[in-house]
């Protein structure tokens, strides 16, 4: 028997049997970050457990490729740089897809879309223009779509920016500031909580045409930039769980309204 032959033989057919493998391992754990603080898409219920609609879509994912997952909270300012350095693999944070994050990180496709809108206490006349808002203090949530958009078109505004949108409610509701700005999935959740009872979605929504530039094309999840495996892995188990209806049951627990198409 040529023994250098059953070597190589041997060694051949385990390289066929790695390139064969999927692309994510099924007993790979794909490590999810997520600034949790953005009810109802990611936020820690009284246990501390994270929850909602992007974790639910998340697990979906991981289900049907067959991977354990596991989520971690990481602030909004710092989660593209966590991400870069390997502290987890994907951010599923209602981050939008933008030219801008592009540069930085993969994204999937587009797994939901929402307009933008303004909240502020019941009654008060405000509307969602540069002149409705002029001398008005604005809270946005530091570092999001909704700071650059209003940075570049509300020029008059007193904008005051929060670490968390969560900060930013807190002041609306003491009455520091008269308006928060944010995502139309969000604000609609405050209007509905008890917190919100008060107040109520002011001015017309901002849709992502308004400025493609900023508002890109669609919330996604999002990989490092040579993680292009992941990504097509991700983006396969999205359209299956769209396919058999597993994505719209998920978004029914959430939204009386179709949360993909926005």
């Known amino acids: 028997m040529n023994l250098k032959k059953h070597v190589l033989g041997f060694g051949l057919c385990a390289i066929a049997l790695a ?19 953005y009810a109802p898409f990611e936020s820690t219920d ?13 697990k979906a994912m ?12 990481q602030g909004w300012d710092g989660i593209i740089p966590a991400l870069r350095a390997k502290r987890f693999d994907v951010i ?25 809108m303004f909240v502020a206490r019941k009654g008060a006349p405000y509307q969602s223009t540069a002149e409705g808002l002029k001398g008005l203090d604005l809270g946005v949530q530091q570092g999001t779509i909704q700071d650059k ?4 078109y509300f020029k008059d505004t007193n904008i005051k920016r929060y670490k968390t949108l969560e900060d930013a409610y807190n002041d609306l509701t ?31 929504p901002i849709p992502a045409s308004a400025d493609p530039e900023i508002f890109g094309n669609g919330t996604g999840f999002a ?7 992941l990504k097509d892995a991700l983006n396969k188990a999205f359209d299956e769980i769209r396919e058999d209806g597993t ?16």
Not at 47 to 58: H, K, M, N, T, Y
């Open 149 to 152: 958009y209003a940075t570049k």
């Open 62 to 73: 991981c289900e049907k490729m067959q991977t354990k997952c596991t989520f971690q909270n």
């Open 223 to 229: 990989v490092r930039k040579n993680d292009t495996e």
């Open 174 to 204: 003491t009455g520091r500031i008269n308006v928060v700005f944010a995502d139309g999935g969000v604000t609609t959740e405050f209007v509905k909580s008890p917190g919100g009872k008060d107040f109520e979605l002011v001015g017309d």
């Open 19 to 37: 390139v064969s493998a999927p692309a994510v391992a099924a007993d790979k754990t794909i490590r999810f970050g997520t600034d949790a603080t």
């Open 92 to 116: 599923a944070s209602s981050m939008s897809i933008t030219p801008e994050r592009e540069k930085a990180v993969l994204f999937t496709q587009k797994v939901w879309s929402t307009p933008n």
């Open 46 to 58: 009284p246990s501390g457990e994270i929850v909602g609609f992007d974790i639910d879509l998340a």
């Open 247 to 262: 994505y719209k049951k998920i978004a029914d627990k959430y939204f009386e309204y179709d949360i993909y198409g926005g």
